[in-house]
Every structure is written in structure tokens, then in C-alpha cells.
């Protein structure tokens, strides 16, 4: 079963406008997230992440959201930019299942376009 | 610095054939991983090692074996590759195991027929 789901496949903006990305999650256990950003033929790369004792973090043109109750989070950029335009990961961490070690929990991926 | 490196980029396997990906890491991290990428899934972890001569199974470790040959260098091997083995494969590497902040290379896509 899907752990952490990212229910939109793709995205498209307007350069300039708002792009908010949103994943969710089932386990209670996880206590950090994070985002990645992944442009085609490149690795993954850190983009942004929170602890569940926050509920906001900002980083730039970057915020993330989490609703704890929700089990929902959401990535923000503010302005878009045409550069923005890449696969973002989400990814859950946590004592899920009963491991220590940093094991990340991935969602499916949300492609996003911005438009010049 | 590089960063993570893998090798090869590209390579078509015959169902049965073995082979052996290549990653090696240069920020001196004591973790390395390695990941799966398919599509509408996300990556999914099939090895790892803590710390040099150390290895442990992830969530999809069938198939595959691994070596942590030193510090620097993890690599992931297919004894007899399967159809079901196509996909994007990365490695990662992290300062220590609980680190969540991983590094990725820019992976290797294996296509097995």
C-alpha cells in the first residue's frame, strides 16, 4: 500500500503565478518530510523539509506546509519560474514499521510544467 | 567534487543476464543506498549500507545483491536479470544512516528484454 501519495501527476503555471503541490500520507509515525526536485536525466536533488514539530518552512520562492491532522502536506513557489519545471518528489521519514535509520518513504511524483 | 557518480548511464540486458552497477561518492558519507524508479511509483529502496562492511535489505531486495567495496564505493548487482528489473536505478549517499537529507546520482536506466 501507497504510504505517501501524490494524487496529481502533473501541473501546469503560468510563470509568475503560484504552484502549490500537495501529498499526503497515511502512517502517523512519520515526523519528517521533505521534497525533491528531479529534472530529466538528473538524480533527485534536496529541495526543502520539515519536522512535524512545525508546521511551516520557508526556503526562498520555497514554503512547505503540514497539516498534521490532515496528514497532509503541500510545497508552495512563489513566484513560478520556467526553471521550476521538473518532477517533485515528496518523501516521509519516521519510526515507521519500527526502523531507526533514515529510511525515506516516497510518493509517486507530480510533474510541473511553468509556462513562460 | 562530483558528488555521486554512477556508471553505466544506460544498458539492455537479455532475460538471464548478469550485471553489476557502479556507484561511487566523494563527500566522504559513511551511508550509501540504492533506489528504484518506476513509473506512476516512487523510489523504492533496495539496499543500503550504514557504514562501510555493512549491508542490509530495503523494501525490495529480491534479485539483487550488493557490495560496499570501501568508503567510497556500493555497487548493486543482477545475477539473472528479470523483465520485471527494468527501471531507473539510483544511488544515494548520506553523512550518517539517520541522516534524511540523501544525495542522488543521476542514475542508470536498465532495460531488460
Known amino acids: 500500500d501507497q504510504q505517501v501519495k501524490q494524487n496529481s501527476p502533473s501541473l501546469s503555471v503560468q510563470e509568475g503565478r503560484i504552484s502549490i503541490l500537495n501529498c499526503d500520507y497515511t502512517?502517523?509515525?512519520?515526523?519528517?518530510f521533505l521534497w525533491y526536485k528531479k529534472y530529466p536525466a538528473e538524480g533527485p536533488t534536496f529541495l526543502i523539509s520539515?519536522?512535524?514539530?512545525?508546521d511551516k518552512n520557508e526556503d526562498g520562492r520555497f514554503t512547505v506546509f503540514l497539516n498534521k491532522s490532515a496528514k497532509h502536506l503541500s510545497l508552495h513557489i512563489v513566484p513560478s519560474q520556467p526553471g521550476d519545471s521538473a518532477v517533485y518528489f515528496c518523501?516521509?521519514?519516521?519510526?515507521?514499521?519500527?526502523?531507526?535509520?533514515?529510511?525515506?518513504?516516497f510518493g509517486q511524483g507530480t510533474i510541473l510544467t511553468v509556462h513562460p | 567534487n562530483a558528488g555521486v557518480t554512477q556508471t553505466p548511464k544506460f544498458q539492455v540486458l537479455k532475460t538471464g543476464q548478469s550485471m553489476t552497477l557502479q556507484c561511487a561518492q566523494d563527500?566522504?558519507?559513511?551511508?550509501m543506498y540504492w533506489y528504484r524508479q518506476d513509473p506512476g511509483m516512487g523510489l523504492r529502496l533496495i539496499y543500503y549500507?550504514?557504514?562501510?562492511?555493512?549491508?542490509d535489505k530495503g523494501e525490495v531486495p529480491n534479485g539483487y545483491n550488493v557490495s560496499r567495496l570501501n568508503k567510497r564505493e556500493f555497487s548493486l548487482r543482477l545475477e539473472s536479470a528479470a523483465p520485471s528489473q527494468t527501471s531507473v536505478y539510483f544511488c544515494?549517499?548520506?553523512?550518517?544512516?539517520?541522516?534524511?537529507?540523501?544525495?542522488f546520482g543521476p542514475g542508470t536506466r536498465l532495460t531488460v528484454l
Open positions: 544515494a549517499s548520506s553523512e550518517e544512516v539517520r541522516s534524511k537529507t540523501k544525495f
Open positions: 502512517n502517523s509515525m512519520f515526523d519528517y
Open positions: 520539515i519536522s512535524s514539530i512545525k
Open positions: 518523501a516521509a521519514s519516521g519510526n515507521a514499521g519500527g526502523t531507526s535509520y533514515g529510511k525515506l518513504t
Open positions: 563527500m566522504n558519507h559513511n551511508s
Open positions: 549500507s550504514a557504514s562501510e562492511g555493512t549491508t
